[in-house]
Nanobody
């Protein structure tokens, strides 16, 4: 089992930045892929980005490429999502997720094994 706890959400103006954190616990992480998804009101949950815990390969949705950066701190068992140049359309609940294997391009939420409870990001115009 893997437990995931997100933090760092909040209210920010358009053009601003936020950094989300996801603290992971419960098992060995070297064989996991970690990811971030988001869900805006009235919309389906969508893939944002993923990182392979061992090796650090990353993958981004086109909508956030060049603005968001995913990273991990092995010593702290924590994954980060640095969000820059935020837009009102980035407003959503952001979820940390984990799955076994090495494929970082799995964008379907139902194929991920573990989820955090989410943290709300609100971007005002």
């Amino acid at each position: 089992q893997v437990q995931l706890v997100e933090s760092g959400g909040g209210l920010v103006q358009a053009g601003g930045s936020l950094r989300l954190s996801c603290a992971a616990s419960g098992r060995t992480f070297s064989s996991l892929v970690m990811g971030w998804f988001r869900q805006a009101p009235g919309k389906e949950r969508e893939f944002v980005t993923a990182i392979r815990w061992g090796g650090g390969s990353t993958y981004y949705a086109d909508s956030v490429k060049g603005r968001f950066t995913i990273s991990r701190d092995n010593a702290k068992n924590t994954v980060y999502l640095q969000m820059n140049s935020l837009k009102p359309e980035d407003t959503a609940v952001y979820y940390c997720a984990a799955r076994g294997g090495a494929n970082i391009k799995v964008v379907v939420p139902g194929l991920w094994d573990y989820w955090g409870k989410g943290t709300l990001v609100t971007v005002s115009s």
